[in-house]
């Protein structure tokens, strides 16, 4: 069900990066240029604001878990040829949540749908964004009908270069949003940041 166009895209825009040089360079560096240096993404079985390079983009970045078997990495880029892309999920830092644990630093998921032509159009003109200079911009995935996903470069959304491809995502609708704590910032006994303390809220059951 829908529930609002743009409604979230505002709150996970909060940073300010300064235009780098190769944006900025007029016609040292044509757009032509970047898409031919481009790197085409891995498609993925499914996408996922929790794996590791999202986390470490958004300076979010949780004590490693021992694991049998590691997840490969995640291959960034653009799309590859045959991808048609359905929805939008984009991935940002959220706010503080509380449980017994303590205060957690979350990550807020936000599945778009709609028309993705303007999106796509930027995607492929901004095909090898620099990171952002001053801070963590929300990370994007596209997403087909059967769920498989590509993550594309960290810094594709930044804010300045990267206000265009914000201006696709608020034109889209929110289809559903959620909020994971993925990093304990205070734990309950430090009582830095107690029940009713204020910027904490209780984590979802």
């Known amino acids: 069900m829908r ?28 757009a032509g240029a970047a898409a031919s240096a481009s790197r085409t993404a891995q498609v993925r079985a499914e996408a996922s604001c929790l794996v590791p390079e999202v986390l470490r983009a958004l300076a979010l970045e949780p004590l490693p878990v021992p694991t049998a078997s590691p997840a490969p990495p995640v291959d960034r880029g653009t799309p590859p040829d045959g991808f048609v892309a359905d929805t939008v999920l984009v991935c940002g830092r959220g706010e503080p949540l509380r449980d017994s644990a303590g205060t957690w630093h979350s ?8 028309d993705l032509t303007e999106l796509l159009r930027l995607v492929e003109r901004r095909a090898t964004p620099e990171p952002c200079a001053t801070g963590p911009a929300p990370q994007v995935w596209l997403v087909d009908a059967l769920d498989d996903a590509v993550l594309l470069p960290e810094g594709l959304a930044c804010a300045g270069d990267g206000d265009a491809v914000g201006g696709a995502l608020a034109e889209l ?19 830095a940041l107690g029940p009713g303390a204020p910027g904490a809220r209780a984590a979802a059951p």
Not at 5 to 19: I, M, Q
Not at 107 to 114: A, D, F, P, Y
Not at 173 to 188: K, W
């Open 173 to 191: 609708d929110v289809v559903r949003r959620t909020e994971e704590p993925v990093v304990l910032a205070v734990p309950a006994d430090a009582g």
């Open 107 to 114: 990550v807020t998921s936000t599945r778009l749908e709609g």
């Open 3 to 30: 529930r609002g166009r743009g409604a979230t895209w505002a709150l996970l825009t909060a940073v300010v990066v300064l235009p780098t040089a190769a944006a900025c360079a007029p016609g040292g560096g044509p």
